[in-house]
């Protein structure tokens, strides 16, 4: 049966729904009048607790500033007491006394709950104890950019004997927080104590009892209203249903029956409604009721099937793209109805390009399956860093990375977060060579060069095929840098340098003249990285040791991937794990690729063999030239080769 049945049916009875009307009208008002008066009472209690949160506020502020100047004045007293007979003082002892650092180090807790600590300096601004043991030793002066307002408290410590103060800082969501520090000098000594507190988390148990109490004050009041209405609306349907019985019993009966029709699925589908919107498309109502609405809930349920599909289909694409594609372009590309549109934007950002050095000759005797273990061995290693360090990667041309930082979503920090992340990788190649060296494969080197500066960034390509990348000559500049940087090497352009020479440790400044720049340009060769990161890369045997006997080698000139050139009389006079002295009759020029073969006594070729780039020469000898070559990639019989001469020459010295 349809609606328009029902409404036929329904018309007949409309005298008698006018009762019934009536009771709907009173009813509604009582809601109405309900509704309106626990909103009332809602909303003074709200103004009540705005006003308590003030007077609160400033009392629980008072009362903090006053405890935790107490808790470091009475710490100071108590390192006064016992570090009197410790004059002088050995910092590294004290440190390992337990009993100093319980009382140096200790929390300050409000509830049980720690709201803040204590630290120790003395009067150089040298961490003396602190909770952060890796801090200890450093010297506040080193933050003075980053947290001025605190290095002005401890500064001005040393003046006066007590000093306070409220301090800005970023918590790990970057949103800017408040702390109260209080400062006390130990007496007769050279160490003030600090003592400091996150302002939000001293007051939160006093904030939650307050909005606590406010919450009950307003459920109570509901409820008394609530309990008014139930009287006064008990009364109104007694009276209503009298009404009813005596003067519409018939359209009472059939404004039920009615309203049960049509009412109860409207609603089953309203409630339903509410739960796919907060994501539960699982959702079914009953398919009862007049014909259009048994064909709305057939179609409603047909939409949850078709949702819950749609989003298994969104999330497998998302999942599946986000393998070729860097997931933050992907939730662009999804979100985004502008997203696919041609073009980009000057942007500037920090590049990463990394390669491994002969790794093309390296794996040609080898089977496809093994070079391609031995290459997703590497690339998986090296995309999980870059992820990590949240980089864009733009490309994988074999064994080359190229990637960014600092777009599609701006980056303050991204020259420092592309060093840090060229380190990290650079680090991570003793454990990928201890794997390989297990498994019988080549030992492998990588570079890797950081270059920061203003590109074009955004969708490049057609309508048929767009790629998510960048374009300009910053990306030139950084692969004209890549055919400098030698096998272990971090090499930094000099922008990228300007922007983090205050984190970094360079270990030497190469000076090198590039096709299309009129003038020499430095770089920097990095080892290591300090402030929020700590990465230090290991040192290696990098000097040449004399060998007693002479190795005869033949020696190949590259050019590119191509042999150009060979020169049969060679050999390697001085060796270590990472670079070669060789002396010749021919000539090679500095960054010139050679092919290095082993000869035994026969002067026959040893299995296996060497790459390397010249990164010097000296003038001719008894006719003979002399060039040092780094080695940037040996087969896994040279590398035993050499560690067996290296091994024997530091037992024989």
Wanted: aromatic share 8%; glycine share 8%.
């Amino acid at each position: 049966m349809s609606i328009r049945t029902y409404l036929i049916l329904s018309y007949l009875a409309l005298v008698l729904l006018l009762m019934s009307g009536v009771y709907a009208l009173a009813e509604w008002s009582l809601n109405r009048l309900t509704t309106e008066s626990m909103n009332l009472a809602g909303d003074g209690v709200i103004k009540a607790s705005a006003a308590n949160y003030e007077a609160y506020k400033k009392a629980i502020t008072y009362n903090m500033e006053k405890i935790i100047e107490a808790t470091a004045t009475e710490v100071a007293d108590q390192l006064s007491y016992i570090l009197k007979r410790q004059n002088p003082y050995n910092y590294a002892e004290l440190r390992k006394d337990e009993d100093f650092r319980e009382i140096a180090t200790q929390d300050i807790s409000i509830d049980d709950v720690a709201v803040g600590y204590i630290s120790v300096y003395d009067n150089k601004g040298e961490v003396i104890w602190h909770p952060n043991q890796l801090l200890e030793g450093k010297n506040y002066s080193e933050w003075k950019q980053t947290f001025p307002g605190m290095y002005k408290c401890i500064s001005g410590s040393f003046k006066k004997k007590k000093i306070k103060n409220y301090c800005n800082f970023l918590d790990r969501n970057e949103k800017k927080r408040e702390k109260f520090v209080a400062l006390v000098r130990v007496p007769k000594t050279p160490f003030a104590v600090v003592a400091e507190v996150n302002v939000d988390s001293f007051m939160l148990p006093a904030f939650k009892k307050i909005s606590k109490i406010s919450e009950e004050i307003t459920d109570k009041s509901k409820q008394s209203i609530k309990h008014s209405f139930n009287k006064i609306d008990w009364q109104v349907k007694v009276g209503g249903l009298i009404g009813g019985v005596v003067f519409c019993l018939i359209g009472g009966l059939s404004g039920l029956w009615f309203t049960a029709i049509l009412s109860r699925p409207l609603l089953r589908l309203r409630d339903a409604v509410r739960q796919v919107g907060e994501g539960d498309f699982s959702v079914v109502i009953p398919e009862t009721g007049p014909k259009e609405i048994v064909q709305v809930a057939k179609s409603f349920n047909a939409l949850g099937c078709q949702l819950t599909d749609y989003i298994n289909k969104r999330d497998f694409i998302r999942d599946t793209f986000g393998r070729y594609v860097t997931q933050e372009v992907v939730k662009i590309l999804l979100d985004s109805k502008d997203a696919l549109e041609m073009g980009g934007e000057t942007r500037e950002i920090s590049i990463i390009m990394s390669d491994l050095r002969g790794f093309t000759a390296l794996t040609a005797d080898m089977e496809p399956n093994q070079v391609i273990a031995f290459l997703n061995r590497y690339l998986g290693k090296m995309i999980d860093i870059l992820l990590d360090h949240k980089a864009v990667i733009d490309e994988i041309i074999g064994d080359g990375i190229l990637a960014f930082f600092g777009a599609p979503e701006p980056m303050e920090d991204h020259p420092v977060r592309a060093v840090a992340c060229a380190l990290q990788m650079q680090a991570a190649m003793d454990e990928i060579n201890l794997l390989n060296r297990a498994d019988g494969f080549p030992n492998l080197e990588m570079s890797v060069v950081v270059n920061t500066g203003d590109v074009v960034v955004g969708n490049i390509g057609s309508e048929k095929r767009t790629k998510y990348g960048l374009v300009g000559s910053q990306v030139n500049l950084t692969g004209r840098m890549e055919s400098y940087a030698l096998g272990g090497q971090v090499l930094v352009s000099p922008y990228a340098y300007s922007r983090v020479g205050e984190y970094v440790d360079v270990r030497n400044i190469l000076q090198v003249e590039m096709k299309g720049i009129p003038e020499t340009i430095d770089l920097y060769d990095v080892r290591g990285i300090h402030g929020p990161y700590q990465i230090q890369l290991k040192e290696r045997y990098e000097k040449p040791v004399p060998l007693p006997e002479r190795i005869n080698i033949h020696l190949w000139r590259l050019r590119g991937k191509i042999i150009v050139g060979t020169m049969e009389t060679a050999w390697i006079t001085h060796l270590c794990e990472t670079s070669a002295t060789v002396i010749l009759e021919g000539e090679l020029v500095e960054w010139q690729d050679v092919r290095i073969h082993l000869l035994n006594e026969k002067r026959e070729e040893i299995p296996g063999k060497a790459y390397g780039k010249v990164i010097s020469t000296k003038p001719p000898e008894n006719n003979l030239n002399e060039a040092e070559i780094r080695l940037t990639s040996t087969t896994q019989e040279i590398y035993q080769i050499i560690h067996q001469v290296i091994g024997a020459q530091n037992q024989g010295s």
